[in-house]
C-alpha cells in the first residue's frame, strides 16, 4: 500500500492552489480509500466545450450514479495552471484523465475533447475492466 502511494505522488503531483487542493487531494484520498480510479477534468471557464462536458456530460452522469465507479475532480486550468499542465498530455482541452490501478502499477487513460456521455461510459468501462 504504501508503495502504491509513493508510486502515484509521482504520477499525479499535488496541486498549490488551495481549492484545487481540497478538491484534488479529496478525490485522490477516496480513490485510495475505495480502491477506485481516479478521474481528472482538466476545464476552463473560458471553453465552452469544458462548459459543455461538465453541464450535459458530467453532471448527467453524477445525478444517474454512473460515476459511482470512479472518484473525480475537476481541475480548472485558469485557477490551477501549474497542476494541470502537469496533468494534462497536450495543451488542448477539455482533458478526461482517469487513473486506475493495474496489476503492474498505475493505468492513465485519456480522452481529449467534449465528450458524450458513451464516451466517458466507455473510458470507465476500460480502465476499471468492467463490461
Not at 480513490?31 to 462548459?51: G, N, T, Y
Amino acid at each position: 500500500m504504501v508503495s502504491s502511494l509513493v508510486l502515484l505522488s509521482f504520477l499525479l503531483p499535488f496541486p498549490s492552489d488551495s481549492e484545487t487542493l481540497t478538491s484534488y487531494s479529496a478525490a485522490y484520498a477516496e480513490a485510495e480509500r475505495e480502491q477506485k480510479p481516479l478521474m481528472v477534468i482538466v476545464s476552463s471557464d473560458a471553453c465552452p466545450a469544458c462548459v459543455a462536458l461538465k453541464e450535459s456530460t458530467i453532471d448527467v452522469m453524477k445525478s444517474s450514479g454512473e460515476l459511482s465507479a470512479v472518484s473525480y475532480t475537476i481541475v480548472n486550468r485558469d485557477h490551477d495552471p501549474q497542476l494541470a499542465s502537469r496533468l494534462m498530455r497536450g495543451k488542448k482541452i477539455p482533458q478526461v484523465i482517469l487513473f486506475s490501478k493495474g496489476e503492474v502499477g498505475w493505468k492513465r487513460f485519456q480522452l481529449t475533447g467534449f465528450q458524450n456521455t458513451s464516451g466517458i461510459r466507455s473510458l470507465i468501462r476500460d480502465a476499471t475492466g468492467r463490461r
